[in-house]
């Protein structure tokens, strides 16, 4: 990829998006925060890329995984009015539609294409599939960290703000139920596992979900911007005085700062 296709596909990103925008206020409140999303993604992304010493080709090839890997979130929200796979589709299937439809790809050479889209296919999964193999997990890897990465930075930003000024569709319609949290999801937190979306019941479990991604992360470089911008702590602040929850989210910032080298 040419530095000049990566540019074209930035200018036609802006393009797109702006549309969505011509919705009523809430809407456009939730399009904007995926925009910003988005543009973050694109700059965790050469963070990482630069702290793993990419070269400049794959570099860009991540680039374009960043600024594609949510596309499918505009037509999404325009549907059904929700960022929630489950209420909707998958949004990683709708990039790819998004990116077949509008053949923004097809320039690239056939490799090419294929390590962006399987970046973006995969990098919303629980779990890698086994069979995948690199180059091609490289850039699935470097997707799912960047984007986990600029997730806490929007969480944390969020929760800090009173409900009423918040994204509506951020929260996934998960209830502010601030004494409440779910024995399953602690116990998760506790074994050291990524907590199962399907085992959320309030917006504190989301939070615990969020935190748990920690012991999913794949490259240094990820583990220290995490502790250099401290919002782990920043989300667990927002979770109920409970000593066995400290206990948990301990662990986690244990194993960050054991992974960060």
């Keep these: ?27 456009a409140v939730n399009i904007r925060l995926k925009i910003e999303h988005t543009r ?24 374009a995984v960043a600024l594609l890997h949510d596309v499918g979130r505009f037509p999404q929200y325009r549907r059904w009015r929700t ?37 973006i296919r995969f990098h919303n999964l629980l779990e890698v599939p086994r069979q ?28 800090a703000l009173p409900p009423e000024m918040r994204a509506s569709a951020a929260t996934l319609g998960f209830a502010d139920l601030p004494d409440e949290v779910s024995e399953r999801c602690i116990k998760t937190l506790a074994e050291g596992c990524v907590v199962q979306l399907n085992d959320l019941k309030t917006l504190n479990d989301f939070k615990l979900l969020l935190i748990s991604w920690v012991y999913d992360l794949n490259f240094q470089s990820s ?27 301990a662990g986690a910032l244990a194993a960050l700062s054991e992974g960060a080298g």
């Design 83 to 119: 960022f929630r796979d489950s209420d909707s589709d998958n949004h990683a299937r709708l990039a790819i539609d998004v990116i077949h439809e509008k053949k923004l790809l097809v320039n690239l050479d056939q490799q090419e294409q294929l390590l962006i889209e399987e970046a």
């Design 40 to 63: 973050k993604v694109c700059d965790t992304m050469a963070l990482i890329s630069a702290g793993e010493s990419l070269s400049p080709e794959d570099s860009r090839i991540a680039s």
């Design 132 to 159: 995948i193999h690199s180059p091609t997990r490289l850039f699935i890897n470097l997707i799912r960290d960047a984007d986990k990465i600029d997730i806490w930075r929007l969480f944390a930003e969020l929760l």
């Design 223 to 249: 583990r220290r911007l995490i502790l250099e911008r401290g919002q782990i702590s920043a989300l667990a602040a927002s979770l109920p005085e409970r000593e066995y929850i400290k206990i948990a989210v």
């Design 1 to 27: 990829m040419k530095q000049l296709q990566l540019d074209t596909l930035f200018k036609w990103f802006d393009d797109y998006v702006e549309p969505y925008l011509d919705t009523d206020e809430e809407g």
